[in-house]
């Protein structure tokens, strides 16, 4: 059994937080550590490291990259509550195929270039997402944080990507401030 944390080729998985839908996935190849901005798609190498977190074995290259940062900065938008235009845009590339096969209906995608395929299959799970409840697409409430997430509580009240990371430093925030300044 392999962690998704190991390398691909070569590269370490150093984001703070995987396992979200692929469409908020995808945004979360930019995050902020104590070093500063980061992002994974720089390269080729970060985008293989982003495929095989998400299990997309595809062969990479540089119109491949470009494709995927498009499409983030597009879902980006589109979460912002921006014009749907560029998500659109993407979602061009492909559709959905729907074909009858002797164990029965299969809905497959079609991307007509090969380069689009994983972007396009972000573009197509936002849809997912958008459709069962927008809601639950969130960015974690921390103001030092850019992740996003898919609040899969009980009652959608969920605030930030981590309890352990975030929710616990702004929990110490406010429990310093409460000692340091007790009449505020």
Same mark, same amino acid.
């Given at each position: 059994?392999?962690?998704?944390?190991?390398?691909?080729?070569?590269?370490?998985?150093?984001?703070?937080?995987?396992?979200?839908?692929?469409?908020?996935?995808?945004?979360?190849?930019?995050?902020?550590? $104590? &070093?500063?901005?980061?992002?994974? #798609?720089?390269?080729?190498?970060? /985008?293989?490291?982003?495929? *095989?977190?998400? !299990?997309?074995?595809?062969?990479?290259?540089?119109?491949?990259?470009?494709?995927?940062?498009?499409?983030?900065?597009?879902?980006?938008?589109?979460?912002?509550?921006?014009?749907?235009?560029?998500?659109?845009?993407?979602?061009?590339?492909?559709?959905?195929?729907?074909?009858?096969?002797?164990?029965?209906?299969?809905?497959?995608?079609?991307?007509?270039? $090969? &380069?689009?395929?994983?972007?396009? #299959?972000?573009?197509?799970?936002? /849809?997912?997402?958008?459709? *069962?409840?927008? !809601?639950?697409?969130?960015?974690?409430?921390?103001?030092?944080?850019?992740?996003?997430?898919?609040?899969?509580?009980?009652?959608?009240?969920?605030?930030?990507?981590?309890?352990?990371?975030?929710?616990?430093?702004?929990?110490?925030?406010?429990?310093?401030?409460?000692?340091?300044?007790?009449?505020?």
């Amino acid at each position: 059994m392999t962690s998704s944390r190991q390398l691909v080729s070569g590269v370490p998985d150093a984001r703070p937080h995987l396992g979200e839908p692929l469409a908020l996935d995808l945004l979360n190849t930019r995050w902020i550590d $104590a &070093e500063g901005p980061q992002d994974l #798609l720089t390269d080729l190498a970060g /985008l293989r490291r982003w495929l *095989a977190d998400n !299990d997309l074995s595809v062969a990479v290259d540089a119109a491949m990259l470009r494709a995927v940062v498009a499409t983030r900065e597009a879902i980006l938008h589109t979460v912002r509550g921006g014009s749907a235009d560029e998500l659109n845009r993407v979602l061009d590339h492909g559709r959905i195929r729907r074909v009858l096969t002797p164990d029965g209906p299969v809905a497959e995608p079609d991307v007509r270039q $090969a &380069e689009w395929f994983p972007a396009w #299959l972000a573009a197509e799970n936002l /849809l997912e997402l958008l459709a *069962a409840a927008p !809601d639950r697409i969130k960015q974690c409430a921390h103001p030092n944080c850019v992740l996003w997430f898919h609040d899969t509580s009980k009652n959608g009240a969920r605030r930030w990507h981590s309890m352990a990371t975030c929710g616990n430093r702004a929990k110490a925030t406010r429990h310093y401030a409460k000692k340091t300044h007790p009449d505020e």
